[in-house]
């Protein structure tokens, strides 16, 4: 059973990295895709007993993302394979920022490139409250839940530096996985590759002979496949998925003896195996 995938979004230098490194085994790592070239950073976070689920930090989100700005697209389409979101922001405005001006502008991103993203549910991580002075925590954290929870965002007050506060958001993120349902995800067909000589064209999949935990996949079948595929768009990336499914190809791999973590090259590409 695949696990759940929480994106951790939030404006540059926030503290989204550090975070992630904090809770989680940092083995990249994403569901239901045996190969994978996706950018996020990734973890595994086990809270015990089974309860477990994936964290995944989608770097670089800034104003303008929506339209393209910097990596935006790239990034944003990362975010529709998760349930839910960890806005983390830098509370203590460490760099001269307002914090809730930031959770608008990145919540305004989102929902220009998708609303249906854009309305999935979050939780707010109001980081680094080990760089606040005096009386500032409470000032600033009772705006922050004063603007936020009466929408249905809950505010964390967190340090992903000391650690403080991370316990306590990270069981309630597992709470709210468990009640959300899972919606099995469909992909339309995009691409109807019917030629008789393609289905019969041959391939080959071999192990590298010099270089241990590397293995290829060749042949004038696999080449067209890809020249048919697009792999940066969603469709043709469960296409690609399909298409190794169907021809045996990953029955192959673990025939030779492929493991998590090892590589697979084909024309130029290459991808890190998962089980």
């Given at each position: 059973?695949?696990?759940p995938?929480?994106?951790i979004?939030?404006?540059?230098?926030?503290?989204?990295?550090?975070?992630?490194?904090?809770?989680?085994?940092?083995?990249?790592?994403?569901a239901?895709?045996?190969?994978?070239t996706?950018?996020p950073?990734?973890?595994?976070?086990?809270?015990?007993?089974?309860?477990?689920?994936?964290?995944?930090?989608?770097?670089?989100?800034?104003?303008?993302?929506?339209?393209?700005?910097?990596?935006?697209?790239?990034?944003?389409?990362?975010?529709?394979?998760?349930?839910?979101?960890?806005?983390?922001?830098?509370?203590?405005?460490?760099?001269?920022?307002?914090?809730?001006?930031?959770?608008?502008?990145?919540?305004?991103?989102?929902?220009?490139?998708?609303?249906?993203?854009?309305?999935?549910?979050?939780?707010?991580?109001?980081?680094?409250?080990?760089?606040?002075?005096?009386?500032?925590?409470?000032?600033?954290?009772?705006?922050?839940?004063?603007?936020?929870?009466?929408?249905?965002?809950?505010?964390?007050?967190?340090?992903?530096?000391?650690?403080?506060?991370?316990?306590?958001?990270?069981?309630?993120?597992k709470?709210?996985?468990?009640?959300?349902?899972?919606?099995?995800?469909?992909?339309?067909?995009?691409?109807?590759?019917?030629?008789?000589?393609?289905?019969?064209?041959?391939?080959?999949?071999?192990?590298?002979?010099?270089?241990?935990?590397?293995?290829h996949?060749?042949?004038?079948?696999?080449?067209?496949?890809?020249?048919?595929?697009?792999?940066?768009?969603?469709?043709?990336?469960?296409?690609?998925?399909?298409?190794?499914?169907?021809t045996?190809?990953?029955?192959?791999?673990?025939?030779?003896?492929?493991?998590?973590?090892?590589?697979?090259?084909?024309?130029?590409?290459?991808?890190?195996y998962y089980?």
């Amino acid at each position: 059973m695949s696990k759940p995938i929480v994106a951790i979004v939030g404006r540059p230098n926030v503290g989204k990295s550090t975070l992630l490194s904090r809770v989680s085994n940092a083995r990249p790592k994403i569901a239901n895709y045996h190969f994978t070239t996706l950018n996020p950073h990734l973890g595994v976070v086990n809270l015990g007993d089974g309860n477990s689920f994936v964290m995944a930090d989608i770097p670089g989100l800034i104003e303008g993302a929506s339209d393209g700005a910097g990596l935006g697209h790239e990034f944003l389409r990362h975010i529709e394979r998760t349930r839910m979101m960890i806005h983390v922001v830098d509370a203590a405005g460490s760099e001269g920022r307002d914090p809730v001006e930031d959770i608008y502008k990145i919540n305004e991103e989102l929902k220009a490139y998708n609303e249906e993203i854009a309305a999935r549910p979050q939780v707010i991580a109001a980081n680094k409250i080990d760089c606040f002075y005096g009386d500032e925590e409470e000032t600033v954290l009772t705006l922050l839940k004063e603007e936020f929870e009466p929408k249905g965002i809950k505010v964390f007050p967190i340090s992903a530096v000391t650690g403080k506060g991370v316990k306590e958001l990270l069981y309630y993120v597992k709470g709210m996985l468990d009640e959300i349902k899972e919606e099995k995800v469909v992909f339309e067909k995009e691409y109807m590759i019917e030629e008789p000589d393609f289905q019969n064209e041959p391939y080959n999949v071999y192990a590298d002979e010099k270089e241990e935990g590397v293995y290829h996949i060749d042949g004038p079948r696999v080449e067209r496949m890809l020249g048919y595929t697009n792999l940066d768009s969603e469709k043709g990336f469960a296409f690609f998925q399909k298409f190794l499914k169907d021809t045996g190809i990953l029955e192959q791999l673990e025939e030779l003896g492929i493991e998590e973590g090892d590589t697979v090259k084909m024309y130029g590409l290459q991808f890190d195996y998962y089980k």
